[in-house]
C-alpha cells in the first residue's frame, strides 16, 4: 500500500468551479477529494509521500491523443529507446497518457514498431504511459498529405490492412481518408474491433463524411489541417470535411493549438461553435518538441525527411508546409488560454476530460474523481508544470 497526499491545491473538479483543497490518493487511484474546511482523515500506518501544491492548479493529468514523438525521439524510429524517450520527455509538461502515432511508411517499418511498442509498454517507468498507438496513414489523399511523405500513399487493400490488424492488437486509432476506394469498408471493419477510425488528409466533400460517420469515423484528425472546404466542381460548390465537422453534431474534432497552426479567430471559432464537450487539444508532435531550433528529421531517423524548426513549428524545408508542430501540452492548455480567450477550466478539459471521452476511456482517466486513475499534474497560472503523477507515482518533479 502506497499513499500521495497533494496538500494546498487549487483543485479543477469535473463540474464545479476550482475548489482549495487536498486530494488522496491510494495504490494508483483517487480515494479523497476534501474541501480546505473538511476534517482530514485519520492518518494511516502506510508509506504515505505528501506534496504540497503552494496554492497552484491540481489538474487531471494531460492527455495527448496525437503525437509523433518528443525530446528527440520519433516514434518511427523503431527503437525502445526513442518510445521511452518521447514518453519522458512529454511527461515534463504534464502529459500522463498518450498515443504513440505513426506516419505513412513501409509496412516493415509498421511490422517493427509493434514489436517494440510492447516491449516498450513493458518498461516505460518514467513516461508518460502508452495508451495504444494511433496509425497515421497510409491511406490518405495525394492532394492533401501535408508532409507525409508521398511514396507511401496508397488506397486500403484488405489484403495489407488485414494483416495489419492480426499482427498487432494495441491499435486504438486509425487515420484515413474516407473518399478513398475501400476506405468506408475499411472503417467498418476497424468500428467492429473497437478500433476509431478517424478522418485525416482528405479531400473528401460532405456527402462522403456523412457516409463515413454512418460507417464509424466518429472523430477528425487535426481540424483544418490537410482537408477540405468549399470546393467547386463543374462550376457547383461542396461543403467539405471541415463544414461537416460543424454540421454533424457527434463528430469530434482534435485541433493543434499551438498559435502557429491555427491563429486566433480560427481557435475561437472551433471552441464557439464546435465547443469544448467535442473538442480535444492534441500536440502532433514531431521529435523537436521541447528541443531547439534548427534541423530536425520527422519520421524515422533512417527514413524520416528533412524538416526546419523555426517560428514555433516544423516546417519542409523549402517552408512550403508545416511538418508537424513542436509543441507540448503545457503550450496548448496556455494558448487557449492567453491567445483564444477560453476559461483556464475550458483548456484543461479539452486536454483531459475531452480527449479520454473520444477514446472511451473517461470511466477511469480524465478528470479528478474518486475511484479514478490518480493521474495529476499541478502547475502554476502560467501553466508551468511542477509536478505529473502517474497512478500516484511522481514521474515528473520539477
Avoid at 482530514?40 to 506534496?51: A, G, L, V
Avoid at 524510429?77 to 505513412?104: C, R
Avoid at 478500433?195 to 469515423?217: N, R, T
Avoid at 472511451?360 to 495529476?376: C, P, Y
Wanted: proline share 4%.
Amino acid at each position: 500500500m502506497k499513499q500521495l497526499i497533494i496538500t494546498n491545491g487549487k483543485i479543477i473538479l469535473p463540474d464545479k468551479p476550482v475548489e482549495e483543497g487536498t486530494v488522496i490518493c491510494e495504490d494508483g487511484k483517487i480515494t479523497a477529494i476534501l474541501k480546505k474546511t473538511d476534517i482530514f482523515p485519520q492518518q494511516r500506518s502506510i508509506e504515505t509521500e505528501t506534496i504540497d501544491a503552494k496554492g497552484n492548479y491540481v489538474s487531471p493529468g494531460f492527455i495527448d491523443i496525437h503525437t509523433h514523438g518528443g525530446g528527440g525521439f520519433d516514434f518511427m524510429d523503431g527503437t525502445v529507446d526513442a518510445y521511452l524517450g518521447a514518453a519522458e520527455a512529454h511527461a515534463k509538461f504534464g502529459t500522463t497518457a498518450l498515443l504513440p502515432t505513426t506516419l505513412a511508411g513501409s509496412l516493415e517499418e509498421l511490422m517493427k514498431t509493434f514489436s517494440v511498442y510492447k516491449i516498450a509498454k513493458q518498461k516505460n517507468k518514467k513516461g508518460a504511459a502508452f495508451l495504444g498507438l494511433h496509425l497515421e496513414g497510409p491511406y490518405f489523399s495525394y492532394n492533401q498529405r501535408g508532409a507525409q511523405d508521398p511514396k507511401y500513399l496508397r488506397n486500403p487493400d484488405p489484403e495489407e490492412y488485414n494483416r495489419i490488424l492480426e499482427a498487432c492488437d494495441d491499435i486504438v486509432r486509425w487515420s484515413l481518408a474516407p473518399e478513398l476506394e475501400g476506405a468506408v469498408e475499411f472503417g467498418r471493419v476497424l468500428t467492429s474491433k473497437n478500433i476509431l477510425p478517424s478522418i485525416a488528409h482528405s479531400d473528401a466533400i460532405y456527402e462522403q463524411v456523412v457516409e463515413a460517420f454512418h460507417a464509424g469515423f466518429t472523430h477528425i484528425t487535426h481540424l483544418y489541417s490537410a482537408m477540405s472546404t468549399v470546393t467547386r466542381r463543374n462550376a457547383f460548390r461542396y461543403a467539405g470535411i471541415v463544414e461537416a465537422a460543424y454540421l454533424i453534431d457527434d463528430m469530434t474534432v482534435e485541433i493543434i493549438a499551438d498559435g502557429v497552426h491555427l491563429p486566433k479567430p480560427l481557435l475561437q471559432f472551433v471552441y464557439k461553435f464546435k465547443g469544448l464537450d467535442k473538442t480535444a487539444l492534441c500536440t502532433d508532435s514531431m521529435r523537436g518538441a521541447g528541443m531547439p531550433d534548427g534541423e530536425s528529421i520527422l519520421g524515422s531517423l533512417e527514413k524520416g525527411q528533412k524538416v526546419i524548426i523555426e517560428d514555433g513549428v516544423a516546417k519542409l524545408p523549402d517552408r512550403s508546409a508545416f511538418a508537424g508542430s513542436v509543441a507540448t501540452a503545457d503550450r496548448l492548455v496556455r494558448t487557449m488560454i492567453n491567445v483564444a480567450e477560453v476559461p483556464l477550466i475550458d483548456a484543461v478539459k479539452m486536454m483531459t476530460t475531452t480527449p479520454a471521452r473520444i477514446l472511451k476511456i473517461n470511466n477511469r482517466k480524465g478528470s479528478l474523481e474518486i475511484g479514478k486513475d490518480a493521474d495529476l499534474t499541478i502547475f502554476d497560472e502560467n501553466i508551468h508544470v511542477s509536478h505529473t503523477i502517474l497512478e500516484g507515482n511522481v514521474i515528473y518533479r520539477n
